[in-house]
């Protein structure tokens, strides 16, 4: 993921979505449109209803034919969750002993309960529940929106309650990148 992206992903448990679901419901309130490669698709013709840009209004392109920098809707079919993290994401802080949690991004890739412990103190937390400061996420279902830089763009807070009302979920977001 070398392009900077405004990524949605389910920040609670989310092994109940279908992943044909969530493209289904992309699709139909037209946030996402023709598909373009495996799981990745042009923007849908609601797009901006969903995405809100933020400052001064940008000259965001759409279509292929207004330059190779397009956006592009990544929502790709994982089997477990995983980390997406940008270079710039910092450790985060054990809830219990407050120390940065040193090697995290091992420690998460390595997670087989979605729980790390902190090193220092042996506290064990979910990974959902740790303080990623909106630089990294741990997620089963992402929809990654790219590129957009560091925020420049928010979810519209329907799209964020259509997301959470229909699976009966959390989404939230982070810039990767
Ligand atoms: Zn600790």
Request: hydrophobic content about 40%; charged content about 15%; some cysteine.
């Given at each position: 993921?070398?392009?900077?992206?405004?990524?949605?992903?389910?920040?609670t448990d989310?092994?109940?979505?279908?992943?044909?679901?969530?493209?289904?419901?992309?699709?139909?309130?037209?946030?996402?449109?023709?598909?373009?490669?495996?799981?990745?698709?042009?923007?849908?013709?609601?797009?901006?209803?969903?995405?809100?840009?933020?400052?001064?209004?940008?000259?965001?392109?759409?279509?292929?034919?207004?330059?190779?920098?397009?956006?592009?809707?990544?929502?790709?079919?994982?089997?477990?969750?995983?980390?997406?993290?940008?270079?710039?994401?910092?450790?985060?802080?054990?809830?219990?002993?407050?120390?940065?949690?040193?090697?995290?991004?091992?420690?998460?890739?390595?997670?087989?309960?979605?729980?790390?412990?902190?090193?220092?103190?042996?506290?064990?937390?979910?990974?959902?529940?740790?303080?990623?400061?909106k630089r990294?996420?741990?997620?089963?279902?992402?929809?990654?929106?790219?590129?957009?830089?560091?925020?420049?763009?928010?979810?519209?807070?329907?799209?964020?309650?259509?997301?959470?009302?229909?699976?009966?979920?959390?989404?939230?977001?982070?810039?990767?990148?």
């Amino acid at each position: 993921m070398s392009r900077p992206s405004l990524t949605l992903y389910t920040a609670t448990d989310s092994d109940h979505i279908a992943h044909a679901e969530l493209i289904d419901l992309l699709k139909s309130i037209k946030l996402i449109g023709k598909p373009i490669a495996t799981s990745r698709f042009l923007a849908g013709s609601r797009f901006f209803s969903h995405i809100a840009f933020l400052g001064c209004a940008p000259n965001i392109a759409l279509d292929p034919e207004q330059g190779p920098q397009h956006i592009r809707i990544t929502v790709p079919a994982l089997p477990k969750p995983e980390l997406f993290s940008g270079s710039r994401a910092p450790a985060p802080l054990c809830p219990a002993c407050k120390q940065a949690i040193e090697h995290w991004k091992h420690h998460i890739g390595a997670t087989k309960n979605g729980a790390i412990s902190c090193p220092q103190c042996n506290v064990s937390t979910l990974v959902n529940h740790l303080n990623l400061r909106k630089r990294a996420c741990f997620s089963k279902h992402i929809i990654c929106i790219a590129p957009v830089f560091e925020s420049e763009a928010v979810p519209a807070d329907g799209l964020i309650g259509t997301l959470n009302e229909t699976f009966n979920t959390r989404f939230a977001y982070a810039f990767i990148g």
